[in-house]
């Protein structure tokens, strides 16, 4: 009896443990969500619309979510540099540049991306500034 | 005191003045109403003068000169030279900017966008972006950004000239502010207005195109002056 009493004791405490680490886990996703918003509409929304709508055929939406998801590693490659090359979203070309954000930490970078591939129909879930650090080693 | 003590002089005078308060606020409510109904004008902006006038009878009246945008000559998005008379018998909204600039242009242009989509059948109402970038946005440089942009046909110009041309009719005629600037980091630098111009060539309104309430305000404007341009 005090065996049974004890391993279920035992198990709710490591359960709790798990469903905790979990939920900072989320709650780091919402932070960087809320906190790459606001970069977002600083950096990004210009162009990129407040519903990540794009601008005509000037700038890409952010809704194509098998782009963002296919290309998830070069995100911050383009964010921190820029980009030249043309890309193709939802079947349109958009030429043209996107212009560089030297100034932004891998911190941000990390904000921002969570923002972007959380929002507008995507759902990627958390993406950390160690990640955004290998990503900015393999940039061409 | 008088008064007071008789009943049927008190119950009078009630009744009196009841009728009295009545009638007066049907009064004001058909006030209030016409004064709801009287119509709105756009002020004329910018810098005034006076003038004297011969009358025809010989005695002299003072008259006011507005800010009028004086005659000018661009080369638009087609290669074509966009002028005064381009915008003759209409209403224009003019804005300063460049093809490569992200900061407040790819905003402004958003929002104007709107307006123009919500004007597309009536010909009365005409745009013109005025480029700063003397050095790189060439007529065909502009086709393509008109073309990406979405916009089609003569009804938006986009202009292109020298660089003292374009300066000068922004700071001094148009009054919005432009400057080359090597410090910045795209080398231009310059205010967000749409400047809303009537048939006159008069300023009539200057909305800030990144403020979402103010380019609200200009699309409750312009129908007022439409309406006025009619009479």
Redesign the interface.
């Known amino acids: 009896m005090r065996k049974t009493l004890l391993t279920t004791l035992t198990l709710a405490v490591i359960a709790s443990i798990i469903y905790s680490c979990q939920n900072a886990d989320e709650l780091k996703q919402q932070m960087y969500y809320t906190n790459g918003r606001d970069l977002y509409i600083k950096h990004c929304q210009n162009c990129h619309g407040a519903n990540g709508e794009g601008l005509g055929k000037l700038a890409p939406p952010l809704t194509d979510t098998l782009f963002l998801k296919q290309n998830k590693q070069k995100l911050a490659c383009l964010i921190k540099n820029g980009s030249d090359t043309t890309v193709t979203i939802h079947n349109q070309t958009y030429e043209g540049k996107m212009p560089d954000n030297p100034q932004l930490f891998n911190i941000d970078i990390a904000q921002l991306i969570v923002y972007i591939t959380n929002t507008y129909g995507n759902k990627q879930g958390i993406y950390k500034p160690e990640q955004v650090t290998e990503d900015l080693k393999n940039c061409r | 005191m008088y008064l007071c003590n008789n009943p049927i002089t008190s119950i009078n005078y009630i009744m009196k003045s009841a009728r009295y308060i009545f009638s007066l606020s049907i009064l004001c409510t058909i006030l209030l109403f016409a004064a709801c109904k009287e119509r709105r004008t756009l002020p004329i902006l910018g810098p005034r003068d006076t003038k004297e006038v011969k009358n025809a009878d010989g005695t002299t009246r003072v008259d006011t000169v507005y800010k009028t945008i004086p005659a000018f000559s661009f080369l638009n998005q087609d290669s074509l030279p966009v002028t005064g008379d381009t915008f003759k018998n209409k209403i224009y909204i003019a804005d300063f900017f460049f093809t490569?600039c992200?900061?407040?242009?790819?905003?402004m242009?958003?929002n104007m966008?709107t307006i123009f989509d919500e004007y597309k059948d009536n010909p009365d109402v005409m745009f013109l972006s005025h480029t700063i970038d003397f050095k790189y946005d060439i007529p065909s440089k502009l086709k393509k950004?008109a073309?990406?942009?979405?916009v089609d046909g003569a009804r938006w110009q986009f202009a292109y000239g020298s660089k003292d041309s374009v300066y000068k009719i922004a700071e001094k005629d148009y009054l919005v502010a432009v400057m080359e600037d090597s410090t910045a980091?795209e080398n231009y630098v310059h205010q967000g207005w749409l400047v809303l111009i009537d048939k006159n060539k008069h300023i009539r309104g200057a909305y800030d195109g990144t403020n979402p309430e103010q380019v609200a305000q200009l699309k409750k404007d312009i129908p007022i002056l439409l309406a006025e341009e009619k009479k």
Do not use: A, N
């Open positions: 490569s992200t900061t407040i242009c790819p905003t242009h958003r966008k950004y073309t990406k942009l979405g980091k």
